[in-house]
């Protein structure tokens, strides 16, 4: 029977996996509040062997993913034996559909029984991935979205179906301590800001696209006439159009409805590699 080792003044300790650019994100947050971390990555490139145990070949490839998260590189855990009960939550950060992060996710919670699940649900619910990775009672959904995080002083989150209350009140203690205020909704691909900031950057969009007006113009209207603290076009740079064009895919397969079928200009952008301040192009320049 595998001992909960936290001591008792660990209140938290928490274990991120995910995309690097947002685990890098959300490890500053962690990190500004003294909140002990860790970073789970490509559990099958490690597969719980010794780094000695690789060919070279193999140690460059390590290296390369380990380098993806900067500055946090040493906090990278390099054989999965150490996921084993360390953790009070396990936060996976990915945006890519379920089927390709349910694995991951469930070696890290099969390790972890006692651990709080938050996962990212901009493009599945919490009920959906806490089933796929098997810890259905322990999931909890946020729509914390990359390069906003810092800048939003709320947080949405959603219990899935099966979520036990304990661990909807072991999310919220996390949040808390981290200074967000939290708002708590239904369980619902991309919550309600994510869900609601994409489908306005889409019809910004196609009204680029029509001609309607140029970006600029768009986004002074949409501040000036409802005091957005931005435009929709930069917000989208600022985010990624790569993610945006997620959201508004994973909403049109859930819905099937019109208003989500992501705007073919957003494709065509992301296609040229044209996707946003990260990559100095995307409705707006910007410089190197």
């Known amino acids: 029977m595998a001992v909960y080792n936290l001591t008792p003044s660990s209140e938290f300790n928490v274990l991120l996996t995910g995309d690097p650019h947002f685990v890098v994100q959300f490890a500053d947050i962690l990190e500004t509040h003294d909140v002990p971390f860790s970073i789970f990555a490509q559990p099958d490139v490690f597969g719980g062997l010794e780094l000695e145990e690789f060919g070279d070949s193999e140690v460059d490839e390590i290296a390369d993913i380990i380098a993806d998260y900067g500055i946090y590189a040493d906090k990278v855990i390099p054989e999965s034996r150490e996921l084993l009960n360390a953790f009070t939550h396990i936060i996976d950060l990915s945006i890519t559909p379920p089927f390709d992060r349910a694995r991951h996710l469930d070696m890290a919670a099969a390790q972890n029984i006692a651990a709080t699940v938050i996962v990212s649900v901009l493009t599945t619910t919490a009920t959906e991935l806490g089933m796929m990775a098997g810890c259905p009672t322990r999931t909890i959904g946020t729509s914390l979205a990359p390069s906003i995080l810092s800048s939003v002083p709320f947080v949405e989150m959603s219990a899935g179906l099966n ?126």
């Not at 200074?179 to 994409?198: F, N, P, T």
């Not at 819905?255 to 992301?270: A, F, G, M, N, S």
Request: hydrophobic share 40%.
């Open 163 to 288: 979520t036990t209350d304990r661990h909807v009140i072991r999310a919220r203690q996390l949040f808390e301590h981290l200074g967000y205020s939290i708002e708590q909704v239904e369980d619902r691909v991309g919550l309600v800001q994510m869900r609601v900031l994409a489908t306005i950057i889409n019809e910004a969009a196609f009204a680029v696209m029509e001609g309607v007006a140029s970006p600029e113009d768009i986004d002074q209207a949409m501040k000036l006439g409802t005091n957005y603290p931005k435009g929709p076009l930069a917000w989208a740079d600022e985010i990624g159009l790569p993610y945006i064009l997620l959201i508004l895919d994973a909403l049109h397969r859930e819905y099937q409805q019109e208003r989500y079928r992501p705007c073919v200009l957003i494709k065509q952008y992301v296609r040229a590699g044209w996707l946003g301040v990260g990559s100095g192009r995307g409705f707006y320049r910007y410089d190197s």
